[in-house]
Structure formats: C-alpha cells, structure tokens
C-alpha cells in the first residue's frame, strides 16, 4: 500500500509558467526545397506558459488515404499538449485534436497522442529553430505574436 501512495504523484490543476521566451505564436513559413518533396508539413505552435498549440498544415502528392481525406494534398491537422524544456531539449506530451482544441477520436488523419521530440537548435527573440527527433528537418520558425503567461486551472484553457 504504501508503494502505491508514494509511487503516484499529483498534478497541479494550474498551468506552470513554461519557458518564457517562447511565449507566443511562432509560425513555419517553408521548408528548403519543400517543391521537390513528395510530402512535407509547415508548422505554427502558439506557447501559452506550460502549454503548447500546434497547427500543422500538410502537403501530400502522392495519396495514401481515401479520396474523403485526401482533400486534393492538402490539410491540416491539430494538437494541445503540455511542454518541458530541459536544457536544449523539448518534451512535448499531449493529444491531436479536432479545429477547436477538443480531442479528437475518430476521423481522417491523425489522433491519439501527440508525442514529438524536439532539440531547441537555436532561439531569439524573433526565431527559434527546432529539430524534430524523429523527422530531421529542421523547423524554423518565426515569432508572430508575443503572448504573456497567466497560469489558469487546466479545465478552463
């Protein structure tokens, strides 16, 4: 019994105040040579304190999925997660949702968890460079908005 209570540990309902510079809505604007790939996804992350908004825009010329989904090559896939930065690394745990951040269950595409990896290659005020573990590339992004961190409980985001 006791290894049950001492092994389990509580979550705050708050948010924590993640890291600070970055703190806003970052966006991918390409990808080298991104014409001549056969699929690639542009990303935008919006960093509200110890969370993390993902929108990813996917491009596919080639078609592995039912002609419903397909949507002429290109659509776009969502995520809510929670990050950590340790060092130069980013651990990021969450969910792929549907367009309004609630989760998403069924459908084309993704869903389940979204579990990235990323190294923090380079980052300043205006830019942050990140490379995902799984995926080489390096994702190079752009500070579009600054947002200012007020933790609220996590049911209400």
Same mark, same amino acid.
């Given at each position: 019994m006791l290894f049950s209570i001492v092994g389990c540990q509580r979550h705050s309902e708050m948010q924590t105040e993640g890291t600070s510079y970055l703190h806003g809505t970052w966006v991918q604007d390409s990808i080298p040579h991104q014409d001549r790939m056969l699929n690639y996804t542009l990303h935008e992350f919006t960093f509200s304190c110890d969370s993390v908004y993902t929108t990813m825009h996917v491009h596919a010329k080639t078609k592995t999925m039912p002609d419903s989904c397909y949507k002429n090559g290109k659509w776009t896939e969502y995520a809510k997660a929670v990050y950590v930065v340790r060092e130069d690394s980013m651990i990021v745990e969450g969910i792929y949702t549907k367009e309004n951040w609630k989760q998403k269950v069924s459908g084309c595409y993704k869903q389940g968890q979204y579990l990235p990896r990323f190294k923090i290659v380079h980052h300043s005020?205006?830019? %942050? %460079?990140?490379?995902n573990k799984f995926d080489l590339r390096p994702i190079v992004l752009r500070k579009v908005a600054d947002l200012i961190c007020i933790p609220k409980k996590r049911w209400e985001m």
């Open positions: 005020a205006d830019s %942050v %460079v990140l490379e």
